[in-house]
T-cell receptor, first 111, second 112 residues
Framework: EDQVTQSPEALRLQEGESSSLNCSYTVSGLRGLFWYRQDPGKGPEFLFTLYSAGEEKEKERLKATLTKKESFLHITAPKPEDSATYLCAVQASLRDDKIIFGKGTRLHILP | SAVISQKPSRDICQRGTSLTIQCQVDSQVTMMFWYRQQPGQSLTLIATANQGSEATYESGFVIDKFPISRPNLTFSTLTVSNMSPEDSSIYLC?????????FGPGTRLTVT
């Protein structure tokens, strides 16, 4: 069964304290792995798509990497405005365009 | 990318009534998706809606409870029928653009 597991469930960091969020997945043929940011009361905001192991993408203080079994979202020198829930999702090549979401990591950056 | 709007943004409804949620996209898209996000949980796919055909429902979701319309390539509706408090959730519309999905702001539904 296709599955996405994110860790930790919640993370509190001081402003400027870098860290990484983990997304491990099992899927029958990966078409793409996605990272989203979700603020309270809002829909998920698309951040990155990764398609193959070894791929990396960056946006401001965020960098996403992908291996054959997991993805990391690295946050460098975070600011309080980076506080949000970060969702990982995978799209399996044998499941049409359906996306399976993890439960997310709630990130809180303390000023 | 795509810009997606939803109406209403939130509603409080009585048990046993129905609510129709509208989703409008700023460009023509083939596939639209409806998700549910229960409090403290991640997103669960309800159904996939293609224009000109019946929606495809995921396990645990049925057409009688969540009828969907897709009259054209920029619009869809989801109805939550005969509501109970367990239906209290955020309902999200999503569209696929190439291999990426974009989400609307969501409709926060509370059933009393």
């Amino acid at each position: 069964e296709d599955q996405v597991t994110q860790s930790p469930e919640a993370l509190r960091l001081q402003e400027g304290e870098s860290s990484s969020l983990n997304c491990s997945y099992t899927v029958s043929g990966l078409r793409g792995l996605f990272w989203y940011r979700q603020d309270p009361g809002k829909g998920p905001e698309f951040l990155f798509t990764l398609y193959s192991a070894g791929e990396e993408k960056e946006k401001e203080r965020l960098k996403a990497t992908l291996t054959k079994k997991e993805s990391f979202l690295h946050i460098t020198a975070p600011k309080p405005e980076d506080s949000a829930t970060y969702l990982c999702a995978v799209q399996a090549s044998l499941r049409d365009d359906k996306i399976i979401f993890g439960k997310g990591t709630r990130l809180h950056i303390l000023p | 990318s795509a810009v997606i709007s939803q109406k209403p943004s939130r509603d409080i409804c009585q048990r046993g009534t129905s609510l129709t949620i509208q989703c409008q996209v700023d460009s023509q898209v083939t596939m639209m998706f409806w998700y549910r996000q229960q409090p403290g949980q991640s997103l669960t796919l309800i159904a996939t809606a293609n224009q000109g055909s019946e929606a495809t429902y995921e396990s645990g979701f049925v057409i009688d409870k969540f009828p969907i319309s897709r009259p054209n390539l920029t619009f869809s509706t989801l109805t939550v029928s005969n509501m109970s408090p367990e239906d209290s959730s955020i309902y999200l519309c999503s569209v696929g653009v190439v291999y990426e999905q974009y989400f609307g702001p969501g409709t926060r539904l509370t059933v009393t």
